[in-house]
């Protein structure tokens, strides 16, 4: 059975979109991180994962979830130190001593849905990798059999290098993988046309 990571920053005011501050202020970007949390999580319990962490910054204890409708039933975990890609490893490597396999996403991705998270599980079943690439260059989504620090390590993270590079360094393993659909992150103001139709734009305030 697959477990799902899900990286997210508390979406409190200030501390969550900072990018997106200029075209929506600080209200505008902490609330579309709230709604994006909760949509995420809202997915990934419809894709009936064995397992769904959430892997938070802050730690959950902090005051900045206390105000965060969380579900009961998932795993609330602490990002902890390092870089990223230090986090990512470390938390893959924990899901994967119980699970089959590991998804791991962030929670800023348009194209994500619960069809979506279950095409990607069931990808895992002949692939020792899958990854949905985006469109800035790096990934929305990495799922994995088994973990290996070069996949993580040194990487030029929030570059438009990240997929390229895991790409190589995947058949350097001599890894199956499958790459799907090309995605995009909501992480600038010039990202903001990706967001759905039915996603009005927070009022600035």
């Given amino acids: 059975m697959t477990a799902l990571i899900i990286f997210a920053k508390a979406p409190t005011l200030g501390r969550c979109k900072t990018r997106l501050s200029p075209a929506l202020g600080e209200h505008g970007a902490a609330d579309l991180a709230a709604r994006m949390l909760a949509t995420t999580l809202e997915f990934a319990q419809e894709a009936g994962f064995a397992e769904i962490i959430l892997c938070s910054d802050p730690a959950p204890d902090d005051v900045a979830w206390q105000a965060q409708n969380l579900p009961e039933n998932i795993t609330c975990v602490a990002q902890g130190d390092g870089d990223l890609g230090a986090r990512m490893q470390r938390a893959a490597e924990a899901a994967l001593a119980d699970h089959q396999a590991v998804i791991l996403v962030g929670t800023d991705c348009v194209e994500l849905s619960s069809d979506w998270l279950r095409e990607a599980s069931a990808a895992l079943a002949e692939h020792d990798a899958v990854i949905h ?70 009022m600035i305030r």
């Fill in 133 to 202: 690439p985006s469109e800035d260059g790096g990934y929305t989504l990495l799922g994995l059999r088994q973990s290996h620090n070069s996949l993580f390590s040194a990487l030029p993270w929030s570059t438009e290098a990240v997929a390229k590079i895991t790409y190589e360094r995947l058949d350097a393993l001599g890894w199956n993988y499958q790459i799907r659909a090309l995605s995009h992150d909501i992480d600038t103001p010039e990202d903001l046309i990706y967001l759905p139709d039915h996603w009005p734009l927070p």
